[in-house]
């Protein structure tokens, strides 16, 4: 049974680090790892910045979209190295990921942050196709409609040749 003493004991702040570098001890802590086993890789953490300001873009209206993590593309990822990376970097709390080295989640899951990176491109080049062919499905039959508007005015010479082709009236060509 614990004593009372012992129950009123707080947590052990380092005044030092401050609140950050409090967090970031936390997050270690939580899976397991001194933050000096973690060998960080040159340009690995900037490369999964660049990724995630890409995806994120920005909405029709020129405002920045959601922050994207790159890491957070290993969700949809079927690769099993992948997976195992996934697994300690949801363990932390979504506001202290960001305090961590994305190589201290490789570590833990003993995989290579070249094998996560490829991932993570996999996934980003599935996603990307997948949009591109939602667009140009919802798309198509706007731009149907309006080459046939464009082909029935005067000048709509070549539209009306691409709209036979394409509906077989003329041979392809």
Known sequence: MPTTESRRAKPQV???????????????ARLGIDAK????????????????????????????A???R??????????????????????IPESYRRLLPPEAFCHVAGVSPW??????????V??????????????????VEKTIERALQNEGTRERAMMLKATGFLPPG
């Open 14 to 28: 380092c005044k030092s680090h401050g609140q950050t570098g409090y967090k970031r001890s936390l997050s270690y």
């Open 66 to 68: 959601e922050p994207v």
């Open 37 to 64: 086993d973690v060998q960080r890789i040159p340009y690995f953490a900037a490369q999964l910045k660049s990724i995630a300001r890409a995806v994120r873009g920005a909405d029709k209206n020129g405002s920045p």
């Open 126 to 143: 599935r996603q990307g196709a997948t949009a591109s062919a939602i667009v140009a499905a919802i798309s198509q039959l706007r731009v």
């Open 70 to 91: 790159a890491l957070d593309f290993l969700k949809s990822s079927e690769n099993p190295e992948a997976r195992k990376v996934l697994k300690p970097y949801l363990s």
């Open 115 to 124: 094998v996560v990176l490829e991932a993570i491109t996999v996934v980003a």
